[in-house]
């Protein structure tokens, strides 16, 4: 395999496979890689969100591609788009006039995004109210940034429901990774693997409860973790952040991460509290984790990501007869040691 890195953008090769990461802005310090794979027909893995700068970045990113690199592609000539999840800066893009009228590929769990963004979204900000009420605190959801409308719809496109092992595009294999969210994919492709938000080289991937939706929760997470170790792929490429060179190595890292918070959890649990009291304290610990002092300078986004974290935590934790949990007022559970 080769790499070869040019005015921000990064070419992998191996055989006749070429891979171009393109970096894409999609929110203010949040970069997605969009990747473009040019094995057969040319393929977009993820294109991030149709932000200001991320459509800039997009454009420029396929200019290097052609001017240094030498490749004759261009957006409006991409085929195929594979998101790995239905999460805004992986499929926002999709509102991009040069990819509409493209074959789209993703796995049914996360569809509905594409189907009736409209009603997924209002069903997230309606989740997000019980949430911050089972934790015991106030959400104002006014803050939240406001995605209710984007420019696209299923016929748009024409939407390829895909499944677990499944062939497509080339020499590409679908490999369903449940989790991160419901449908969450990678797509496994010569020695390369595109792991969306499954595995990340630096940050640990965020986990959502299964209380809140199906088809995730830790337990679902670290099972595809185990999975994706291994499918023996040398080269991760992930949606964010750098490569991985040892995807069991990084695995194994992710997972016991997480094993270490499930006891920092327990034992913070010898007193009784409720999730809002135990997200303050574990991040109080922990700041360097959420880059603020405490939970309550949070922007109300980060601040909802972070009680979702611990909660998917606490049920592991319950399910698995390490914590109780005890009646509390108006509808707000307290957890404790058992």
Known sequence: ?????????????????????????????????????????????????????????????????????????S?????????????????????????????LYMSPPDTKVIKDYQSEYQAWKQYVATLAQEAGCHVNLDELFDHDRLAFCQGDFELIEV??????????????????????????CGPFIFLGDHLLSVTTPHQVPKSGWSGVGLQVYLDSLVKVAGLGFPLGLPAHEEVICSIKARAREIELFHYQRLDELHNLCREEKNLYELTRDYYARHPELIQASTIDALVTGDFILALEEIKAHVEYLLDNGRLLTTAGGEDVPRYRWN
């Open 163 to 188: 499944h677990d092992l499944q062939k497509i595009i080339g020499s590409c294999t679908v490999h369903h990774t449940p989790g991160h969210s419901p449908g969450h994919i990678c797509i496994g």
């Open 1 to 73: 395999m080769e790499e070869t890195r040019i005015e921000g953008v990064v070419r992998y090769s191996s055989g006749g496979i070429r891979v171009y990461r393109i970096p894409v802005e999609s929110f203010p310090n949040h970069v997605t890689n969009v990747h473009l794979l040019l094995d057969g027909e040319p393929t977009l893995i993820d294109v991030g969100f149709n932000s200001d700068t991320g459509r800039t970045d997009l454009e420029r990113g396929f200019a290097v591609v052609r001017q240094a690199f030498g490749e004759l592609v």
């Open 75 to 103: 957006l409006e000539a991409v085929s195929n788009i594979v998101i790995t999840h239905g999460h805004g800066d992986h499929f926002g893009m999709l509102e991009h006039p040069k990819l509409k009228g493209k074959r």
